[in-house]
DNA sequence: CGTCAGGTAGCCA
DNA sequence: TGGCTACCTGAC
């Protein structure tokens, strides 16, 4: 199996922290993972990474180890706070999600539960996707824009009321459109999202965050909202606190990688906390 | 049985 | 802008 020499990475908390959601692990350690039309698996052991079923480029790519993680690290790490999250899950990397595929996960993520989200991911692939197979393993592709326009055939997928906001998505998005969004700046990128129906300012944030390049949004959650009250916002009233201060304050402070931070503070405050 | 979960649309002051 | 509330569904 052929495999990459990483420094300064965890693929056990890459795929932990909450970002990604098709994803497996196998008895061995090793993670079975699916993106799009692809099916492949990935092992960490130390300062290897074993891969198989997609080029190294790809894996490269996906899992940001073409970028300089130390300087990110240092430029995000303006308190204490911040610094123990970043040194609990240290290794931890944002990953290059597939722009349709993530905004359909994060449309399915509006007021709901990890489980079922992935649960709903899952039976999408099944009723629309294709069968595909990597060595013993199998699965199924994510479906590509227009071929969710079966509205009663999303409902059955478990979604619940997203099924209308998928439904209208598939019908509106064009991908190449999408994609180029990667060469808008952030706050067009997100602004176009927005126009989604089902797509607020959170998931707009995730979308650009995860799949668009965009390292310089900051999306709020209530996980988000409580861990920066909680540290950042002490002793104010958070009713006078809306989440786009938070938001807005997130960018300010931590800077053009604050998306980096955003994820750290997430994973930290859902887990540790 | 209620409650709750990684928000958002729609409506109103 | 900011502050409500309903919303599918399945697991406690």
Known sequence: MESIAVKDFDLEKTLGCGQFFRYERKEDGSYLISLRDRLFSVRQEGSKLFFSGVPKEFV?????????YQKIIKSISK????????????G??????????????????????????KKNLE???????????????KGFSFPNPGELSNYDKIRGCGVGFRSRFIHETNQTIEEGRLNSLKD??????REELIKLKGVGDKIADCVCMFSLEKLEAFPVDVWMRRVMLENYFKGEDPKKISNNRIREFG?????????????????????QK
């Open 184 to 189: 808008r700046s952030y706050e067009e990128a």
């Open 123 to 137: 039976m999408i692939s099944m009723k629309f996707g294709k069968r595909i197979a990597h060595d013993a393993h």
């Open 92 to 117: 931890m990397r944002l990953m290059r999600q597939d722009p349709w595929e993530c905004l359909i996960s994060y449309i399915c993520s509006a007021n709901n539960n990890i489980p079922r989200i």
């Open 79 to 90: 308190d204490e706070f911040i610094r123990k999250t970043i040194k609990t899950n240290f």
């Open 60 to 68: 490269i790519r996906l899992f940001r180890l073409d970028e300089n």
């Open 251 to 271: 960018r300010e402070y931590f800077g053009r990688y604050c998306g980096y931070a955003n994820q750290f503070l997430f994973y930290y405050r859902r887990l």
